[in-house]
């Protein structure tokens, strides 16, 4: 694909530098990127300082035994204290530090002396039930604040947790228990979900008369629904009310090795068996609590932060548990969905907090799109400030959507990129200090050190594309994949020699600034020609009729691979509109040129994702080649699926 055609569509004269007023307060200036640069493990040693140590390291960085990472090694700090003691400590108890809502309309504040005693009171739980440091929890929860409380329980005590998304499948779970060894579960009767409770302890029963799962000693269930049917299991099964309620609300928290873990997260790979990634202690909270402050530009005394994502996501436990918390940020949690009761209302709460930053993904702000200009505009939006993007390029199409329609054309966009493995942001913009362009994660954060590099690891020139690696450990970085070393490193390390291999294509454009292109499993050939999913379906989606797209390659014996589309109109398309298909190729050709044609374009009505809210493209492309499907536990809703497959025989395609 020419460039000039990739500069069509990118549309790379659009340009925003920072709000002058942002820029001239803002936390973090230009002078970052220096220091970094002339000291990089020092710009990392200062920025631990944000944190409290109950031993203050002496040494950075230990990398003697590559890629096996040890931060800040011979200190020690306990991450609980850090988000809740210590700011109750500094006078600041009576601050809000949660602003729940609920999806049927209830809501709570818990300030820093709340969350305190209640982090207490569920450690101290935890502790009666035989929770010793090291023990792995799984915690399998609706987006309630006993979720955050259950994980900084178990931080406190030094009992990595595994988070476990309250949409998968009891398998999901139980394979998660097993591979982690957990002993104990926490839950909730359930959680509400478009208007309804829907339950969580039945899977949680079913996951635990599998194999593997022998070790967990003790279900502890939240009460949320009060759905009357909970089937119990008397000597395993404890209420919360009943157990944590009536415990001490003090607790001193145990200060651990800035090495100890802290927790277990599970990201699915491409082939079969998930990916316990570890993450320890004082490296990733150094690096959660830095990037929550410089991409947000936080403000924790007047700023309304707000993370969109489930905890049960990496971003929710950096950007929700985590970043915020050790910032002593004041931040929303919302448990449902954003169309319930109606479309409005992320706007509403919004308006109802005053939030002045958002944290979202590009799925829910095409979502925003296709339901209407006219929903934010009822809704007072001036409080916003700073907006944030995450889990997918952002489409520009979607990130002018974003910056209009939410920002009021003025509040800068910040495209973070970064992984489940990375702990913590990676590229993205500055809020003060960045020109952005719509599209584009642009740059590494001060002291992260990031390029694109071609099949034989070289670094590729401006204007040009491959792979993006990260050439310097970081400090919130996996440290390894549990239980299995071999596997980590030959996942990530074993590609380019000395280069952590993210598994995304990219490319730098004339300035150097970088672009991600989507997961390298998905990069199409068509006729010899490499094309990126996420260029082509930005095209698709620069077209007025089209909401959302998602593009794979089928393989095709004239070409190797055929591009298929599957698009979701806008509300005003009709997918009986004969002209469409063609209109929607000539558009691409237009914009990418004629190679970058889909060969067939199938309007649907839903995509399949992930809890993120990714799109699974190894889906569509089984669907496109007529194969049965494989592994749809990590699917947020499977009966999409048997929509599009339902629809396939007279799906619309062109030659
Ligand atoms: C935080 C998170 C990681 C993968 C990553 C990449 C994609 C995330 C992105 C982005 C382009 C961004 N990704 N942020 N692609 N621009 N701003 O998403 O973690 O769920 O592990 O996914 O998501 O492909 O490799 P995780």
């Known amino acids: 694909m020419s460039n000039e055609s990739l500069a069509n569509l990118l549309k790379e004269d659009r340009r925003f530098a920072p709000p002058a007023e942002l820029a001239a307060n803002a936390n973090v200036t230009a002078a970052a990127y220096e220091q970094a640069a002339a000291d990089r493990l020092g710009f990392w040693a200062e920025q631990a300082k944000r944190l409290s140590w109950e031993t203050a390291p002496t040494e950075t960085l230990?990398?003697?035994?590559?890629?096996?990472?040890?931060?800040?090694?011979?200190?020690?700090?306990?991450v609980a204290y850090n988000c809740v003691d210590r700011h109750v400590e500094n006078g600041l108890g009576d601050r809000v530090a949660i602003h729940f809502e609920g999806e049927t309309g209830d809501s709570r504040s818990l300030t820093y002396a709340d969350l305190q005693r209640e982090v207490s009171k569920a450690a101290n739980a935890l502790i009666e039930l035989g929770v010793r440091t090291g023990d792995r929890v799984a915690v399998y929860m609706p987006m309630i604040p006993e979720t955050v409380i259950a994980m900084l329980a178990c931080a406190r005590l030094g009992a990595p947790h595994s988070v476990v998304f309250g949409g998968f499948s009891a398998d999901a779970l139980a394979t998660r228990i097993q591979d982690a060894d957990a002993r104990v579960v926490i839950t909730a009767d359930g959680g509400y979900r478009r208007g309804k409770p829907s339950a969580l302890k039945p899977a949680v029963d079913e996951a635990l008369t599998k194999p593997g799962t022998e070790n967990v000693r003790n279900v502890l269930v939240v009460r949320r629904t009060g759905q009357e049917d909970v089937a119990w299991t008397e000597g395993r099964d404890v209420w919360w009310h009943e157990v944590v309620e009536r415990q001490s609300d003090r607790h001193t928290p145990e200060a651990f090795d800035a090495e100890h873990p802290l927790f277990i997260l599970y990201t699915s790979g491409t082939t079969g068996k998930p990916k316990g990634i570890l993450h320890t202690t004082g490296g990733y909270l150094t690096q959660v609590a830095y990037t929550h402050h410089a991409v947000f530009?936080?403000?924790?005394?007047?700023?309304?932060?707000?993370?969109?994502?489930?905890?049960?996501?990496?971003?929710?436990?950096?950007?929700?548990?985590?970043?915020?918390?050790a910032n002593g940020a004041t931040e929303v949690l919302y448990e449902g969905t954003p169309d319930t009761p109606h479309q409005g209302r992320w706007w509403e709460i919004v308006q109802k907090y005053g939030v002045t930053i958002l944290y979202t993904a590009p799925t829910a702000i095409r979502a925003c799109m296709k339901w209407g200009d006219d929903i934010p505009a009822k809704f007072d939006l001036s409080s916003l400030r700073v907006l944030g993007s995450v889990g997918e390029p952002i489409n520009p199409e979607a990130w002018m959507w974003y910056r209009k329609h939410i920002g009021a054309d003025a509040a800068p966009i910040v495209d973070t990129w970064w992984q489940t493995e990375t702990g913590a942001m990676m590229l993205s913009p500055l809020p003060g200090v960045t020109t952005t362009k719509p599209g584009s994660a642009q740059v590494p954060l001060p002291g992260i050190a990031a390029t694109v590099v071609d099949d034989d690891a070289h670094e590729v020139p401006d204007g040009a594309g491959g792979y993006l690696v990260l050439t310097e450990p970081w400090?919130?970085?996996?440290?390894?994949?549990?239980?299995?070393?071999?596997?980590?490193?030959d996942t990530y390390w074993s590609r380019f020699e000395g280069k952590y291999f993210a598994g995304d294509g990219a490319k730098k454009d004339e300035d150097g600034d970088i672009w991600l292109l989507g997961r390298v499993d998905d990069v199409m050939l068509v006729s010899g020609h490499n094309i990126s999913t996420t260029e082509v379906e930005s095209a698709l989606v620069s077209h007025p009729k089209v909401a959302e797209a998602a593009v794979v390659g089928a393989t095709d014996p004239q070409t190797t691979q055929a591009i298929c589309a599957f698009v979701i109109l806008r509300g005003t398309a009709s997918a009986d509109d004969e002209g469409l298909v063609a209109e929607l190729r000539a558009h691409v050709a237009q914009q990418l040129g004629p190679i970058a044609k889909p060969k067939r374009i199938m309007p649907v009505a839903e995509l399949p994702k992930t809890r993120s809210g990714k799109i699974m493209r190894r889906l569509l492309r089984d669907v496109a080649e007529n194969r049965d499907l494989g592994d749809v536990s990590t699917l947020t809703d499977s009966s999409v699926m048997d929509l599009i497959q339902a629809k396939l025989p007279g799906a619309a395609s062109e030659d």
């Open 62 to 78: 230990d990398w003697s035994n590559a890629p096996f990472a040890k931060w800040f090694a011979d200190g020690k700090l306990n």
């Open 297 to 325: 530009d936080l403000k924790p005394e007047t700023d309304v932060f707000w993370c969109t994502a489930d905890v049960g996501w990496v971003t929710g436990h950096s950007y929700i548990a985590y970043g915020p918390l």
């Open 475 to 489: 400090p919130s970085m996996l440290r390894t994949i549990w239980g299995d070393d071999q596997r980590y490193l």
